[in-house]
């Protein structure tokens, strides 16, 4: 899927993988249109209210061609949760360079995940939906950017930046961390604080911890 | 309710609040048996497909005295995610002492909640669905874990251990690795870390952050 683009956002691989790959420029077109549609209508409604026809209406799609692309509204969910960790993956790597410190990659990585959720508040109803709807799917998204964040860390300690021997119980409580302040101060949150202010708070907490020095 | 006790937990204030209070010995008893079977038909088999006469038949209590205490199976599961709220505040509670640096209530705090959480791993998927069963059950649930902790924070700055300037955000964050660490090694893990390890990794996190010194 390389370098496919429809409406500015690639279509995941994982999504089109579970979706039936698109051939044409116009039927990746479609499916991004189906994704789009979809991320709004199950944000708003749940899955369960959810319906096909309602998103197929929202996309400006026909009915039949949906079914070109997936098998039912389950399919449809799981390539959905699949797109938005894609999204979240690239628009984090978006704000980053490689001239960046270890510390720094965190703040940009937090920051661009925070301004993604605030231009998508769906995202958290419909991953924490996937509990539910797609267990597997859930797991996915959180053990893939887990095994990410590890990563970083262990480039940042290779690099002489990060101590030694952060690993994968680190990597989950930042996670964690970039979670539940997205929940609170830009899904719930009445713009007390911006990206950059939460991000910054977080990245001096991961710098320093709490105690006074 | 102050010392009220049936199978040896306290009923949740909050959560009797939702109920009819009972007035006696045995009406509390038959109140802890049905949030007992709740937790674990809900657990189970989530919300939707959870009913009340199964609820009353794991609880030994007959379907007429149900409605003695809860106009709904909504009721019910809100008055037991109130009653999950007050178990984890009671466990967290129960394993801190007077004498404890900041840090050191913050890692005992953590371990209580993966112990309790290893021993009712259904809270996870019970909080979760209060997303969607009930937004403001679930949002009074974090709310108030994060002002627990924002207040610990801060009479750790008080007593000098801890920075100043801790506050709502630090308390998000923290809560947000205790809550991703615990689905990680407690829901999901295979008894890879105890509880105890878990915590003094987080802890060790909190202290001195990811810094190389």
New interface residues.
Partial sequence: MGNTRATGTKVADAAVSDAKTPRTERGRRTLRKLLDAAAEEFGEK?F?EASVSSITRRAGVALGSFYTYFDSKDGLFRALVADMSEKVRTSARSALSDDMG??EIERAALTAFLRFAAEHKEIY?II??A??VDPESY?MH?QTI?ERIADR?HS??AK?????G?G???A??????????G???IV?GAAE?TPEQ?AA??NR?????????
């Fill in positions: 749940g369960h270890a510390l109803r924490d939906e509990e539910f797991r959180y887990a860390l940042g300690a002489g930046e990060l101590r030694e952060l994968e119980l680190e989950w409580a930042v996670m964690g961390m970039n979670v539940f302040v929940l609170r101060y719930w604080m939460v708070g977080v907490l991961l710098a320093e911890g709490v105690l006074r020095r």
